[in-house]
Nanobody, 121 residues
């Protein structure tokens, strides 16, 4: 059993930055891979980034274009998504997930409740 809680979302202007956090509890944090997804109104949930459990290998969606950085601090049981140079099209609910580094939602076993990110022009 793994519980995930996202935080750090909010409303920012285009070009601004946000740092999302995902706090994990239940099982050993370092033992599983994790990722970030996002979902805009009326659209399917899409992959943003992921990171492996021990080696910390990272993966990014093409639309990130070097603007986002995923990281984890296992001693704090926390994963982060640093988002810089935000664009209006980044507006979505962002979800933390655990169990895979793959880019499809069905590969993940655990999900947080989501945190809203809104970017104005």
């Amino acid at each position: 059993q793994v519980q995930l809680v996202e935080s750090g979302g909010g409303l920012v202007q285009a070009g601004g930055s946000l740092r999302l956090s995902c706090a994990a509890s239940g099982r050993t944090f370092s033992s599983y891979a994790m990722g970030w997804f996002r979902q805009a109104p009326g659209k399917e949930r899409e992959f943003v980034a992921s990171i492996s459990g021990r080696a910390g290998i990272t993966y990014y969606a093409d639309f990130v274009k070097g603007r986002f950085t995923i990281s984890r601090v296992n001693a704090k049981n926390t994963m982060y998504l640093q988002m810089n140079n935000l664009k209006p099209e980044d507006t979505a609910v962002y979800y933390c997930a655990a169990g895979s580094t793959r880019m499809v939602p069905r590969e993940y076993d655990y999900w947080g409740q989501g945190t809203q990110v809104s970017v104005s022009s």
